[in-house]
C-alpha cells in the first residue's frame, strides 16, 4: 500500500458523518474528521460517483483534520449514500432530498 508507506502511519477517522435531510433546492453539509491531518489522499462520493469541487459540490479541508462537503440546490435525485474515504478507511452517511409541500 503506497499510501501506508509514505506517510508511515495508519489514517485514523475519528469523528464520523452523519445523516443529512433536506428540502429540494436546498443545500446539504457534511462533515468527518481524521488524523493524522492530511488533506491530500481523500476522496469523497455519492453513491459510487466521486466528486469534485464545482457550482454545485464544495470539498473543503479545514485546520484540525475536517473535512467538509457542501451539496447546493440539492435535487429528489441526489438522495443517496455519501462516503469519505481516507486511506483504507471509510465512513458513509445518508443524504435524504425530500420535496417541498406544495401550498396552495
Known sequence: DVFMFLS?????????LED???LEGESATFKCRISPVDCSRVQWF????????????E????PGGYHLLT????????????????GDKK?????VVKGKSIIT
Do not use: M
Not at 72 to 85: H, N, R
Not at 91 to 95: D, E, G, H, I, K
Open 46 to 57: 455519492l453513491d459510487k460517483t466521486p466528486l469534485h469541487t464545482n457550482e454545485l459540490n
Open 91 to 95: 465512513t458513509s452517511a445518508s443524504l
Open 71 to 86: 451539496l447546493k440546490k440539492l435535487s429528489l435525485k441526489d438522495s443517496g449514500l455519501i462516503t469519505f474515504e481516507a
Open 8 to 16: 508511515g502511519q495508519k489514517v485514523l477517522i475519528t469523528e464520523d
Open 59 to 62: 470539498i473543503q479541508c479545514q
Open 20 to 22: 443529512v435531510t433536506v
